[in-house]
């Protein structure tokens, strides 16, 4: 066999087979059929050892991960844990990124790096988190960019100008004009902030139902809601579930029980979605208001809470048109898609 034949020997998709890639496309292996259109695309990318750009969505309640090719076509994502380091911890975050990082790659059928990568991690504020973040993201990619995950929802407005506002687990808005002048309010974490966020539903959720239990405040359906919910014997055990160290996935999972309570007419859930509702909308407005936009508002929204309950978003967006002009509105359910795509220009740019 020459030098040239036993180049050309690649792993083949089979198991314990070789086939040779070179005659792929032309000539079958002798014991099987072609390739297939899958196992085609994966050998076109061993020889040409295409350059993939990741997009990486990091929130409370979990992570995204998107690889696409120079083309801007999605190969691979993979989904993990949340990856917020103020939440769960450095070490925590980037392992739950490496391993979602490494199974997106592995589906794109590669076991390098990625060119380029966008990072949008919730928790990333303050120029200590990105001390802390960027020597073990650059291990992860050529290039790498890190954001707060806020930032990354904007790369799906055009030239990422306008504001993006987030209501999923936390809450945060985030805005860039035409000029390059940023702002951001709210997001500041679900201790003393993240006002109108899933976490604060089910935390002004769970207040209810001990005020009611204990006759402090009125009567409510989350009570009962609650209780078959988290399987409680008396609305008092809930505080089994909260302290010492309460599960905020948990607390922010009872959201969707607030905003159904609210629907059917409860007084007390209709408070908390309506208070909600105002706080996200002011996150959204401050930042505008700071901001320049002559030409109308650029709004992309994103978060659990924003993208599925359908309700709840039109009451934020009632509140800031109320007040602001709003030239579009984006949804953006997977922000690592966008932001992958906008990786590409990480290598170009730089």
């Not at 079958?28 to 899958?38: K, Q």
């Not at 990333?124 to 930032?151: C, F, I, K, S, Y």
Request: charged share 20%.
């Amino acid at each position: 066999m020459t030098t040239n034949q036993q180049a050309n020997k690649r792993p083949c998709l089979a198991p314990n087979k070789v086939c040779d890639v070179s005659a792929w496309g032309r000539v079958a292996p002798p014991d099987r059929p072609g390739p297939s259109p899958r196992q085609q695309q994966f050998v076109d990318r061993v020889a040409s050892e295409e350059p993939l750009y990741a997009g990486v969505d990091g929130g409370g309640s979990k992570t995204l991960v998107v690889v696409v090719d120079a083309h801007g076509q999605e190969l691979g994502r993979a989904v993990a844990a949340g990856a917020n380091q103020a939440a769960v911890g450095l070490d925590q975050a980037i392992n739950t990124i490496r391993a979602a990082m490494e199974e997106a790659l592995r589906m794109a059928g590669s076991t390098a790096t990625a060119r380029a990568a966008w990072f949008g991690l919730a928790g990333v504020d303050r120029p200590a988190d990105q001390a802390a973040l960027l020597p073990h993201l650059r291990a992860l990619a050529g290039a790498v960019r890190l954001t707060n995950d806020a930032e990354l929802v904007l790369s799906a407005l055009d030239k990422a100008v306008g504001v993006a506002l987030i209501g999923g687990t936390g809450a945060i808005a985030l805005g860039r004009d035409a000029r390059g002048a940023t702002v951001r309010a709210g997001g500041w974490g679900h201790i003393v902030g993240d006002e109108g966020s899933g976490y604060d539903l089910g935390r002004r959720c769970l207040q209810a139902v001990l005020r009611a239990d204990d006759g402090r405040g009125p009567e409510t359906a989350l009570l009962d809601l609650v209780s078959h919910e988290w399987r409680l014997a008396r609305p008092s055990d809930l505080v089994g579930h909260v302290y010492p160290d309460g599960d905020k996935r948990a607390i922010a999972g009872l959201a969707p029980l607030v905003l159904g309570a609210a629907r059917a007419g409860d007084p007390v859930a209709g408070d908390i979605v309506a208070r909600g509702a105002e706080e996200l909308a002011l996150s959204a407005l401050t930042v505008a208001d700071r901001l320049a936009f002559p030409e109308g508002l650029p709004l992309a929204l994103a978060g659990g809470l924003l993208i599925h309950e359908t309700d709840y978003r039109e009451s934020v967006l009632e509140h800031i048109r109320q007040r602001r002009d709003v030239s579009r509105v984006a949804i953006v359910a997977h922000p690592a898609e966008s932001a992958a795509r906008a990786a590409i220009g990480l290598v170009a740019s730089g």
